[in-house]
């Protein structure tokens, strides 16, 4: 068993999350790597105190240069405000640590580019976080469309992350909502990364955007009872894109929502063919439902259990939840940089995170002019 040292930067509410998932690796069976984490970066000391809890850690700073001079560190896994990505992921490849860096890569595909080229001149091993395709159904999902012969033709493919966080004009403002620290890209960069994982791996990549963006209430209460705080993001985006899918152009949809009346954390994927299709959502998580065209045309409900991609000590017949797909994340994560992940489905990678960005700054281009626009992935 090889135990890989782990260091968050950035302890909030994906930092402790991580943390948790390590805390609990005796879940998974028959993996020959084990994270530990040692050490916890966060500029806030309060935030530092919550991972007190947790004997590995040896080391809690405020400065997270600190960290990276660490040399016990393996692996950095950091998740901060968009703004600092950039400089604190371009420092941790150049510290000589392997990252696993939280989405969108960068607050707006300048960003992006510059952390891409920093990881090439590093040859570190990187990885972007992305852990909705870890759910079984959409994994199933994704393992179908492989091939998508069965389908038939693909008529059109929906998929999309819906919130309802900001529906209450009382809920006070944080990073996430002002553009100078989430990104003018907004909700694209908050929740795009999850919609756009299947389909890019898949190789459906948008070829032309259309795009329709709204922004939601444009002053909220500040924290604390601070002083009533100007949020200036775009809270919903449909991206009305164009595919390729074999030889047929195929209307793709990409929704990306903080006002979706109802919806907590809904991540779905639907894939419509002429002879087969595939819907699955989060908001069901243990349902994959699968169309077949016979003599009758029939919807199919499955219930999948437990069945993950990397075994776990749960039974087969319990249910997976947010906290269990983080984890898988994780172990695809640590077998990729071992080199073992084989045929299992891995990561993000910087050059999807990169189109991602991409897409998005075509589809900024868009809502301003009104019209499709065709990316440039160059
Ligand atoms: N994968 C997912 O499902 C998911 C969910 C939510 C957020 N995220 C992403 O995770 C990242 C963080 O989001 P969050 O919701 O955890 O935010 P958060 O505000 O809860 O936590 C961010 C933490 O970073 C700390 N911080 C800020 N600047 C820092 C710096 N220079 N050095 C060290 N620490 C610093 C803050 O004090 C805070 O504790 C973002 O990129 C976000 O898009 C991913």
């Not at 389909?199 to 002083?227: C, F, H, I, S």
């Not at 919806?263 to 077949?292: A, C, M, Q």
């Not at 797909?325 to 990169?354: K, S």
Request: net charge negative.
């Amino acid at each position: 068993m090889k135990t890989v040292n782990i260091g968050i930067i950035g302890g909030g509410l994906m930092g402790r999350e991580m943390a948790s998932a390590f805390g609990r690796w005796c879940a998974l069976q028959d993996l020959p790597v084990i994270p530990k984490l040692v050490a916890v970066a966060d500029t806030n000391a309060e935030v530092l105190e919550w991972f007190q809890k947790i004997p590995s850690v040896t080391q809690r700073v405020t400065d997270y240069h600190d960290l990276l001079a660490n040399e016990a560190i393996d692996v950095c896994y950091v998740a901060v405000p968009h703004s600092f990505h950039e400089q604190i992921y371009v420092d941790v490849v150049q510290a000589g640590k392997d990252l696993f860096a939280e989405k969108p890569f960068g607050v707006d595909l300048n960003a992006a580019e510059s952390i891409l080229a920093a990881i090439k001149r590093s040859e570190r091993f990187v990885r972007c976080s992305s852990e909705f395709p870890f759910f079984p159904g959409a994994h199933a999902v994704y393992q179908a469309c492989r091939d998508v012969g069965p389908l038939g033709r693909v008529l059109e493919v929906n998929a999309g992350f819906h919130h309802a966080s900001d529906l209450d004009p009382n809920k006070a403002a944080n990073w996430k909502r002002l553009s100078s620290v989430c990104g003018e890209i907004g909700v694209l960069g908050d929740l795009g990364m999850h919609v756009l994982h299947l389909p890019l791996r898949l190789g459906w990549r948008p070829e032309t955007v259309y795009a329709q963006l709204q922004k939601g209430y444009p002053r909220r209460p500040g924290n604390q009872g601070d002083a009533e705080v100007i949020c200036d993001t775009w809270d919903n985006a449909m991206l009305h894109t164009w595919t390729m899918i074999g030889d047929h152009p195929v209307p793709m949809r990409l929704e990306m929502k903080r006002m979706a009346p109802g919806e907590t954390n809904t991540w779905f994927i639907e894939v419509l063919g002429t002879d087969g299709g595939y819907r699955y959502s989060t908001k069901h998580p243990k349902t994959l439902w699968s169309f077949e065209r016979g003599a009758t045309q029939l919807w199919k409900q499955t219930d999948l259990g437990f069945s993950t991609p990397f075994k776990a000590v749960t039974g087969g017949i319990f249910e997976v939840g947010f906290p269990d797909v983080i984890q898988q994340m994780w172990a695809a994560y640590l077998l990729e940089r071992e080199g073992i992940l084989g045929e299992h489905f891995g990561c993000v990678t910087p050059e999807e995170a990169l189109q991602s960005h991409q897409l998005f700054r075509a589809a900024l281009e868009s809502e301003q002019r009104r019209e499709a626009i065709h990316p440039s992935y160059g």
